[in-house]
């Protein structure tokens, strides 16, 4: 029989959202919390809510939230009884399970050997192929046959290290970068080849299991819209799947933690075509990013069954069964009309308004989704209250607050917004909105994409799979012209407000001497705004329909064509942010006369992002090509492609590998050959 140990303080192996996230739930239990924190990370959110904090000297990961040893010597030196790995860094490396075992400390999560057992993606297929779980092999030597392909690092996930191949002439290179990225972010170049099926869905399935041989398949899930192989929009249970499929998919995940000797929480990851055929693609042995979805349809604290399972506790024979239906959208700093291109910089304000409610980037659920303690538990931690029911709504589990700096030494997701509805359309519809109406004050983010993914016919249809958001690019990333015009307005007229007593009464401006303003967009689109406010109201030049009913530093009213609609303003430096409840603009204040500027060479490339140069792909004097590769920049867990903007010859390169770049520094230059 298996022993039972209460923890009393937890160590959290990790930052961000998922630390705040697995404190939250000590708190309801009453288990002491200690953090861990790297340097940019002092002031963090989940520092200050730990109960005590360790400093891991450094600010990049490979100096501090990867270091094993140092975190051990963390949990031991706080008097930490246990630690949670949470998600990424080291959550999924058997050796520091083991260095956390071999210290005396309880391990919130699998075996050492299950970790092991899954840790290599061939491996673990092979394993897999031996329970019958149907796998799709890995190509050893792959023909025009087998095109397209994916490239997979068999260490890593998280998108890193993965390239779809189309062109057998592209597989040497495409395997060398592959191997450069998978060895710098999983210390193995192992990688490998299988089919790329473009419409396929990534369908994966929730798993639970204790030490005394019970295994839970809690649920499916749907990660198709995903971007880079990262995910960006997940939801419970997965829509559309026949019950046979449905039964068979969670068939092969008991199986798949069946053979390894699975304990703890995990996900069975699956490949989904279209005929219905799936095969297994990995386990993740850690809690995913996007469990609040299955949380929201069974009512259940997986943390606080991960914890119950590593106390050694028993579940009970069967999960809850499912209650409605959730999405989660994933909130990143970063640019979708600009190939994905992270964003930094300081975060003025998040806020997500709900109905009675307004969550500010605290973390925690305040509606009924945040499982009050009146709901009765079992044995092991499972919640069987309404959790998820019809009033659990909205839920942020978030990372940062307002004030807080994005670096680029960690992953670009500031949030997850996940909504519950007894229906999926309902769910979507919920949860667009509340994105839609959330003041999001900074670097630029995948708002309004996801806003509009939600709103996608094929998305509400179900026409999901991982092709989705390329295939839909233009259209979810298409600039809203009327919208700047209308936002570029309420902004002119609250600088204005914010410049004199009142408005309109007051003021003197004459006819022949109409204000003049200038804003550019992040597209960088410009816009110009010229009006004239007299005791007769508001005369918009380009907008002659145009009324004002009222105007403040931070708040104005338009009517147009009978329609009122208000504006809310914020401006920080030369930032401007206007705010509707149909979504946010952010623009640049400009000076009213363009200010000379300095001539930058056409064939000049400028870092588009603060990073550190991770490889260089051509020398001086090579020519090269429109759209070859030059260097690779790293920037928030994600490598990004310089390529030459003509073709030319490379005259100049100043990157080297491992140099710190700040946005706009020059790394080369390319000149055409008639210059050279």
């Known amino acids: 029989m298996t022993s039972t140990t209460l923890i009393g303080n937890l160590l959290v192996a990790n930052r961000g959202e998922i630390a705040r996230r697995v404190f939250r739930t000590c708190r309801e239990l009453g288990i002491a919390t200690t953090a861990v924190h790297s340097d940019p990370d002092a002031d963090a959110p989940h520092v200050r809510e730990a109960d005590a904090a360790v400093r891991l000297p450094g600010a990049a990961p490979a100096d501090t939230y990867l270091r094993a040893e140092a975190i051990v010597r963390a949990a031991l030196a706080a008097g930490a009884d246990a630690v949670h790995p949470g998600y990424g860094f080291l959550s999924e490396d058997a050796g520091f399970a083991q260095a956390v075992l071999d210290a005396g400390l309880l391990w919130v999560g699998p075996p050492p050997a299950a970790i092991a057992a899954m840790g290599s993606k061939t491996a673990a297929k092979r394993l897999m192929a031996e329970a019958g779980v149907p796998v799709l092999g890995a190509l050893t030597s792959p023909g025009e046959a087998d095109l397209p392909l994916l490239v997979k690092a068999a260490a890593g996930g998280g998108g890193r290290g993965m390239r779809v191949v189309r062109s057998l002439a592209d597989l040497p290179g495409e395997l060398a970068a592959a191997r450069a990225e998978a060895a710098k972010a999983f210390g193995s170049d192992e990688v490998f080849c299988e089919r790329y099926l473009p419409a396929g869905r990534h369908v994966e399935v929730q798993l639970l299991a204790d030490a005394h041989g019970t295994v839970w398949a809690v649920g499916d899930r749907d990660c198709s819209l995903q971007r880079r192989h990262q995910k960006v929009i997940e939801e419970a249970p997965a829509p559309g799947l026949p019950a046979d499929v449905r039964a068979e998919l969670h068939e092969a995940a008991v199986s798949a933690a069946r053979a390894i000797g699975y304990v703890g929480a995990g996900t069975a990851e699956f490949l989904l075509a279209e005929d219905g055929r799936f095969w297994f693609l990995e386990m993740n042995t850690r809690l995913q990013v996007e469990h609040p979805v299955t949380e929201a349809v069974t009512g259940l604290d997986l943390v606080a069954l991960q914890l119950a399972v590593a106390e050694g506790r028993q579940l009970p024979p069967e999960p809850p069964a ?355």
């Open 322 to 676: 499912l209650r409605g239906h959730a999405i989660e959208a994933r909130l990143y700093a970063e640019d979708p009309a600009k190939d994905w291109q992270p964003a930094t910089g300081t975060l003025h304000c998040l806020e997500l308004t709900v109905p009675h409610q307004e969550f500010t980037g605290a973390g925690a659920r305040t509606d009924a989704g945040s499982r009050p303690d009146t709901g009765s538990r079992t044995d092991a931690g499972a919640r069987t209250d309404a959790g998820a029911g019809p009033d659990a709504g909205l839920r942020l589990d978030c990372g940062v607050e307002a004030g807080n700096e994005i670096t680029p030494h960690y992953d670009a997701m500031l949030a997850k917004v996940i909504a519950w509805a007894p229906t999926r359309a309902a769910a979507a519809r919920r949860l667009a909105d509340a994105l839609a109406r959330a003041r999001i004050h900074g670097p630029a983010t995948n708002r309004e994409l996801l806003v509009r993914a939600l709103r996608h016919p094929a998305f509400l249809d179900g026409r999901l799979h991982t092709g989705f958001l390329a295939e839909h690019g233009a259209e979810l990333t298409a600039p809203d012209t009327g919208g700047v015009e209308r936002a570029a307005l309420a902004a002119a007229l609250a600088d204005a407000a914010a410049r004199r007593t009142a408005l309109p009464s007051g003021w003197r401006n004459l006819p022949s001497q109409p204000q003049l303003k200038r804003y550019r967009a992040d597209d960088g689109a410009e816009c110009e705004v010229r009006y004239r406010l007299t005791r007769a109201g508001l005369q918009a030049e380009d907008h002659p329909d145009v009324e004002l009913v009222e105007a403040g530093p931070d708040r104005v009213v338009l009517r147009e064509g009978g329609l009122r609609r208000t504006y809310r303003v914020a401006r920080h430096g030369d930032r401007v942010y206007v705010d509707t409840p149909a979504g946010g603009t952010a623009l640049t204040a400009l000076p009213r006369f363009p200010e000379p500027t300095v001539e930058t060479d056409p064939g000049a490339l400028l870092a588009p992002m603060p990073g550190t140069v991770v490889r260089v792909t051509a020398e001086v004097g090579d020519a090269v090509t429109a759209g070859q590769p030059l260097l690779v920049l790293e920037a928030m867990k994600m490598e990004h492609r310089v390529t030459a903007p003509a073709d030319g010859v490379l005259v100049e390169l100043r990157a080297t590998p491992g140099r710190q770049v700040e946005l706009g520094t020059l790394l080369a230059v390319v000149k055409s050959t008639q210059e050279v």
